[in-house]
């Protein structure tokens, strides 16, 4: 499985947030993506655009009740297409069984579109290990691919990464003269990436949906990669997670307006390639042999607890991403795996444990936004609430949060608030302990904790002079309008 | 017929979970016990006598608004940055695509064969303009790789479309014999001809009449279902809109009728 360094999030945050290249790269964030996505709601109408979740998230929650059901008449119509469908629990038997078909085909060369599932998986290394030489293909994951990184963003895998930096990367690996011609840059990829496209004897894809009733497997991309992936080389693999089937090529319709509206503002992404096992004999192109790989590896986890099984709706559109005010911050990479923001915050603690992933649910600051954005009304704050109340009342110590004195600290705050006399006597003493650090009501800087856990950030409104119940005593409650 | 597995390779044995446990395991998690075979919503398993009704209604609606629709089709996808041409006359789509070829200094294009081009002469004007044509269907006995590496060495692709969607703009083409998807994705240039037999009006007519050849071909949904919605696209780098990665940077739609 890739790397877990989700243990890492208030360090690496940290980081983030005083890395001046990634704070400009995330600006556009909450300005392109997401303002394209809104004009589009607008168009369709609030109404539609309502109706269209409301559908999608009924026909996401139908099927994960009866996720068995529909896998199994998933297998049968793959197979009865010609394809083969393989169940993996984990990421090592999904590696396994990459590994046999590579193996078994001695495959030399591996084209990618993107797949987040892959990632998960950590599958590039497996194939090196191999002797294959992979290439992604999307852009943006071709770019994280040349700088050895991971992607940061769901949809847009570079998101993090600024132009000039694209450039001196590929001047760097590819010897090619930097520019900060984005279009150039575009070309560049194109020209090394063709003829890969036509040497390569095997396409690995993700998918972004499955119909169980005709055993198609559905990608939608914008560059055309997918395509290419899917139809040219001899061998075609689909590696994705059990939750993205669906019943019926009717159903699909409803995604298909939903997704890449949320994702990218697009009424359609340029693609959408469907495929339904190899090439038919009187076929003029395609895949001889077309495997998919159907992964678990947690999901199952997820699906039986209630709290936490609508997670498995997300069609991974990236819009609570966009939208949330802790991954424009931060950026992806903080949150230490595969899935970022707040989508990331809930599957990954159960992906990986909860145990390692601590700090996750609490990045956020439950404002909402993202559970308003998403197209199949995933409730996430309450998730990440649920989350919360795990890391408290788990009876695993491993998995419980440590409290660092919060529950005292509650308790003396509930005593304190019941005895006005102690309340009086905790101010005076407070407004005589804060005199040094206080500046225009506010308090910079505390040096000694608990306070500078708070105060190395941000500033802290100090202790007023004068409290509101005396306020209210001597003068508002005198005052003629009130007593009118 | 799809191609099937040698008995060699479906016996090899994969390693993972068989089929039983996996699913088993998935059962476990939803927290039932019975196996039975769950009520599908709305019948996962169509219906084929229901949805003949319903794509003899689709049908007709079409057919009554199909100027409408045409319109609605050339206005969407000029929005998707389709180079939209339409052509009342045969003449004016041939004028047209050829023109385009010349334009191009194009020596070689490559065609997929779709029913349009038994209409549209186009091999013959093209060629007349001193413009080669390869046509996918003969590369049967050719050479894969071959084929290919012409294809990546022309200048433009033309193909027909088996449905033109007005709600999206998109083309969606089909596997047919003489038909490869590469036509549409390899050449720089993209030019799909447009029939007005051939605009629906959503998505959702797309999948009824695909659902229902599905069951009318005997569970076969053919080896793909491509959309085409304007040029390759990517916004990867900055967010910044860049046309022509993989695919072409130009399409063109010439709109029939
Ligand atoms: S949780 Fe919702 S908004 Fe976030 S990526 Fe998934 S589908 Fe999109």
């Not at chain 1, 497996?126 to 691919?145: A, M």
């Not at chain 1, 994702?263 to 895949?287: I, N």
């Amino acid at each position: 499985m890739a790397e877990v360094k989700t243990r890492e999030f208030n360090r690496a945050s940290s980081l983030s947030i005083q890395d001046p290249q990634l704070r400009r790269a995330l600006q556009k964030v909450g300005t392109g993506f997401d303002a394209a996505r809104r004009e589009n709601i607008v168009e369709v109408t609030p109404e539609v655009w309502e109706q269209w979740r409301e559908r999608a998230r009924q026909i996401k929650l139908h099927t994960l009740d009866r996720l068995d059901y529909y896998l199994d008449l998933l297998e049968q119509r793959v197979s009865q297409a010609g394809g083969q469908v393989h169940f993996a629990k984990d990421a090592a038997e999904a590696k396994a069984i990459v590994s046999a078909i590579v193996q078994r085909n001695q495959v030399r060369m591996a084209v990618k579109s993107k797949s987040m599932v892959s990632e998960e998986l950590g599958l590039n290394r497996v194939l090196e290990s191999l002797g294959v030489e992979v290439y992604e293909t999307d852009l943006g994951e071709y770019i994280i691919q040349l700088a050895g990184e991971t992607p940061s963003h769901l949809v847009a895998p570079a998101l993090h990464k600024t132009k000039e930096q694209v450039s001196q990367l590929f001047a760097q690996k590819l010897g090619v003269p930097p520019t900060s011609d984005i279009e150039a840059m575009a070309r560049v990829a194109r020209e090394v990436l063709r003829q890969k496209f036509l040497q390569a004897d095997l396409g690995i894809s993700g998918a972004n949906f499955l119909v169980a009733e005709t055993g198609t497997l559905v990608i939608i991309t914008n560059e055309g990669n997918g395509r290419l992936c899917t139809s040219a080389p001899r061998i075609h693999i689909g590696i994705t997670g059990m939750e993205k089937v669906i019943p019926s090529l009717q159903d699909l319709a409803v995604f298909l307006r939903l997704l890449p509206r949320s994702a990218t503002g697009q009424r359609l992404t340029s693609y959408v390639s469907m495929v339904s096992g190899p090439r038919r004999s009187e076929d003029e192109d395609g895949p001889e042999q077309f495997h998919l790989v159907l992964v678990d590896n947690g999901r199952s986890r997820l699906l039986k607890d209630p709290d936490l099984r609508e997670a498995l709706c997300c069609i991974r559109c990236g819009a609570c991403l966009n939208i949330c005010p802790v991954y424009q911050k931060v950026g992806g990479h903080a949150y230490g795996w595969v899935y970022p923001g707040p989508i990331g915050a809930v599957v990954t603690p159960a992906l990986t444990g909860l145990k390692d992933a601590k700090d996750l649910p609490r990045a956020s600051s439950l404002c909402g936004a993202c559970r308003e954005a998403c197209p199949v009304k995933i409730n996430l704050p309450r998730m990440l609430l649920h989350l919360r109340q795990q890391l408290v009342e788990s009876r695993d110590p491993q998995q419980r949060a440590e409290d660092g004195g919060e529950k005292l600290l509650a308790q003396g705050y509930a005593a304190m608030m019941g005895r006005p006399d102690l309340l009086g006597l905790a101010r005076g003493i407070g407004r005589v302990l804060q005199a040094p650090w206080e500046k225009q009501g506010k308090l910079e800087k505390v040096p000694a904790p608990p306070l500078s856990l708070w105060t190395r950030s941000r500033d802290l409104p100090s202790l007023a002079p004068r409290t509101f119940h005396d306020i209210w005593e001597k003068e508002l409650s005198r005052a003629p309008e009130v007593q009118r | 017929m799809p191609l099937r597995y040698s008995a060699e390779m479906a016996d090899a044995g994969f390693p993972g979970t068989p089929k039983a446990q996996f699913l088993g395991a998935v059962r476990q998690a939803l927290g039932r016990v019975s196996d039975a075979a769950q009520i599908p919503y709305g019948s996962a398993v169509g219906d084929p006598v229901e949805l003949e009704r319903q794509a003899a209604e689709a049908r007709q609606r079409i057919a009554s608004r199909q100027r409408e629709l045409l319109e609605q089709f050339a206005a969407t996808a000029a929005l998707r940055s389709w180079k939209v041409f339409r052509a009342p006359a045969l003449e004016d789509a041939l004028g047209y695509v050829t023109s385009l070829a010349v334009a191009l200094s194009a020596s070689k294009v490559v065609r997929s064969n779709q029913e349009v081009f038994a209409e549209l002469a186009v091999d013959a004007a093209l060629q007349h303009r001193g413009v080669q044509v390869i046509p996918v269907a003969q590369s049967a006995g050719r050479d894969r790789a071959q084929l290919r590496e012409e294809m990546a060495s022309t200048a433009m692709g033309i193909t027909g479309a088996d449905y033109a969607v007005a709600e999206t703009g998109s083309v969606v083409v089909l596997p047919r014999r003489g038909l490869s998807r590469l036509v549409s994705v390899v050449p720089p240039v993209h030019v799909a001809l447009v029939r007005p037999q051939e605009v629906v009006a959503s998505l959702d007519d797309v999948f009824l009449l695909r659902r229902l050849e599905y069951y009318r071909r005997g569970g076969d949904m053919g080896s793909y279902l491509n959309f085409i919605t304007g040029p390759s696209r990517t916004a990867d780098i900055e967010q910044t809109l860049v046309v022509g990665v993989h695919g072409p940077k130009e399409v063109h739609l010439v709109l029939l009728g």
